[in-house]
């Protein structure tokens, strides 16, 4: 069982730069969620996907921000002109949404996100 | 609006103590409610769950029981080990039931657990 991949584990750039990560979920899980955690905070949702539509998008996420899931199998999360406030850890989950099963979230590891 | 809160950290004790670390919420329907564990250089993992007042979710020793009268889901563990050093995080999905949407977490509470 291969659990939720994410890719790079750890990205620097520098400010006004574009970066994009990956995620690639649990393989039969049709729901994926990303998440941002900024140290000594809990994750905060950002955007969430039932296959290839995106369904929810939080404030937080800003029009720098794009998130796809094009095939309904693995996400990116593009982040145009980055400032250093975009310093934190993105975290991907997916999760498997049926008719009256009780649903779990699993995360990935993380990608940990430094703008110079 | 939805939210959790969580106690601050971090916590220290001594191998074989008992632990609590407590957790509220605000929700305006019936969330389900969930701890997860954040062990060092991994990902959150879920620890237990409770999706309705009075369940009670355990796992790994670890338990907590949905209180609705006091909006509490407190982690509780009768003897902690060295191996449960990690950061907790206590988390509401306000939709609850077979629904799941985002969830809300609390800040974290960082657990040391020495030999």
């Known amino acids: 069982d291969t659990g939720v991949s994410q890719d790079p584990r750890h990205k620097i750039t520098k400010r006004g730069q574009n970066v994009t990560f990956r995620c690639d979920p649990i393989?039969?899980?049709?729901?994926l969620y990303w998440y941002r955690q900024t140290l000594g905070q809990g994750p905060e949702f950002l955007t969430y996907?039932?296959?290839?539509?995106?369904?929810?998008k939080s404030r937080l996420l800003s029009d720098r921000f794009s998130a796809e899931r094009p095939k309904g199998s693995f996400s990116t999360l593009e982040i145009q002109r980055t400032e250093q406030g975009d310093s934190a850890m993105y975290l991907c989950?997916?999760?498997?949404?049926?008719?009256?099963?009780?649903?779990?979230?699993?995360f990935g590891p993380g990608t940990r996100l430094l703008v110079l | 609006g939805d939210s959790v809160t969580q106690m601050e950290g971090p916590v220290t004790l001594s191998e074989e103590a008992f632990l609590t670390i407590n957790c509220t919420y605000t929700?305006?329907?019936?969330?389900?409610l969930f701890w997860y564990v954040q062990y060092p250089g991994e990902g959150l993992q879920l620890l237990l769950k409770?999706?309705?007042?009075?369940d009670k979710g355990s796992n790994k020793g670890f338990e907590a029981t949905y209180r609705k009268e006091t909006t509490s889901f407190h982690l509780e563990k009768g003897s902690v080990q060295v191996s449960d050093s990690a950061v907790y995080f206590c988390?509401?999905?306000?939709?609850?039931?077979?629904?799941?949407?985002?969830?809300?977490f609390g800040r974290g509470t960082q657990l040391t657990v020495w030999p």
């Open positions: 989950a997916s999760s498997l949404a049926a008719s009256g099963l009780q649903e779990t979230q699993y």
């Open positions: 393989s039969e899980h049709n729901r």
């Open positions: 996907f039932q296959n290839e539509a995106q369904l929810e």
């Open positions: 929700a305006t329907g019936y969330p389900s």
């Open positions: 409770a999706t309705k007042a009075d």
């Open positions: 988390a509401l999905d306000p939709l609850g039931g077979s629904t799941l949407g985002r969830l809300y």
